[in-house]
């Protein structure tokens, strides 16, 4: 059993791949469709979700997408279920399976992350229609004060709870402890938060005893707060997200795949180059899991017209090809210069192919 969910583990962190998360619930579209007067209905967001799933030689670089419930319930413009039409163009199909943040009793400004309730059942069916990987996110805030020990150990502990029903259920679980960028503060104080809930959280999953081998890590780099006077550069972001992991991420874990957590399209993939260009011991494959900025640009091209839709895939495209050659620390200024439609097989075919 295991075995099998070690291979899956691997090729979610093939050479040169990446995940897409394109799990945003039904709310959350919605007010990213919102922003740009895009109307948010069941069809509109199927439409959108196979607009990035069938963009042509994307597959190069994507080995697996994240899934919002509706979506894997859904089917492509073709009648086939989207998780099936993901696992012929060989991208592994991956479900969100928490049930989102909520406010942490006793704490104000806190949450704990919901959704292991019933989870074993959920995710028995979730394997059933197709899904091969899980992700649960976790959200720790910093203030002055914050996180508390009760929020961290709180949501450690619910990371692992869903960890080991994964792999008893045969799914690989991704565990996102994100530490929110909000905030004013510098990024020594990033580096000592995220330590410390890495710490708690890998201390959880021993105690569960999830096997690390079948588990990804996909943790928040570490930054400075978005709103701190003092941003740090390129290198001090890899140098020190780099560090941080060396100390708390067991090398047992196969991969680490970053969240983008709200930074700008084009620094998540300098980012994630420059930590991959570090020299040093990195026992991980050090790859990408985003949402925003693997989507931002492509929501931007389509913005909810059918005549956009391969506007929208060329500039997925786009950055998908980025951030793949990024997790081979090969990614280059010239590399954005490059138009989108040159270097992608899209102007040759149609917006799917069914
Ligand atoms: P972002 O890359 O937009 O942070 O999203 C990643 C994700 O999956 C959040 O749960």
Redesign the pocket.
């Given at each position: 059993m295991n075995q099998h969910l070690e291979s899956v583990t691997a090729a979610l962190v093939d050479g040169g791949k990446g995940i897409l998360?394109a799990?945003e619930t039904v709310p959350t579209l919605t007010k990213r469709f919102d922003t740009l007067g895009i109307q948010s209905t069941e069809e509109s967001r199927r439409t959108y979700r196979e607009m990035l799933f069938s963009a042509a030689g994307a597959a190069a670089f994507i080995s697996g997408v994240?899934m919002a419930d509706e979506t894997i319930r859904q089917k492509s413009s073709g009648g086939m279920p989207l998780a099936e039409f993901l696992l012929n163009q060989g991208i592994l199909p991956g479900i969100?399976v928490d049930t989102g943040a909520k406010p942490l009793a006793g704490s104000s400004g806190e949450s704990v992350t919901e959704g292991l309730d019933g989870l074993r059942d959920r995710l028995s069916a979730y394997h059933d229609m197709g899904a091969r990987f899980a992700?649960w996110?976790a959200v720790i805030a910093i203030t002055d004060t914050l996180p508390s020990p009760a929020c961290v150990s709180a949501n450690a502990h619910a990371l692992a709870r869903y960890a080991a029903l994964c792999q008893e259920q045969h799914l690989v679980p991704i565990v996102?402890p994100?530490v929110l960028m909000n905030g004013s503060h510098a990024i020594g104080r990033c580096e000592e938060v995220t330590g410390a809930v890495l710490h708690s959280v890998f201390r959880a999953l021993f105690e569960q005893g999830v096997s690390l081998e079948a588990t990804l890590l996909?943790p928040n780099m570490v930054v400075a707060g978005a709103e701190c006077p003092h941003p740090a550069t390129v290198q001090e972001v890899a140098t020190a997200t780099l560090r941080c992991l060396r100390r708390h991420a067991p090398a047992a874990v196969p991969g680490i795949v970053f969240?983008?957590?709200?930074q700008d399209d084009r620094m998540?993939t300098t980012h994630l180059n420059a930590i991959n260009r570090l020299p040093g011991s990195k026992p991980w494959t050090i790859s990408f899991?985003?949402?925003?900025?693997?989507q931002d640009a492509a929501l931007e091209a389509w913005h909810g017209r059918n005549e956009n839709l391969k506007a929208g895939q060329q500039a997925f495209y786009h950055r998908a090809r980025c951030n793949a050659a990024a997790s081979l620390g090969n990614y280059t200024d010239e590399m954005e210069a490059e138009a989108a439609d040159a270097a992608s097989p899209l102007h040759r075919q149609g917006w799917h192919d069914d």
């Open positions: 998360a799990d994240i969100k992700k996110r996102e994100e996909k969240l983008s957590g709200g998540a899991s985003y949402g925003r900025a693997l």
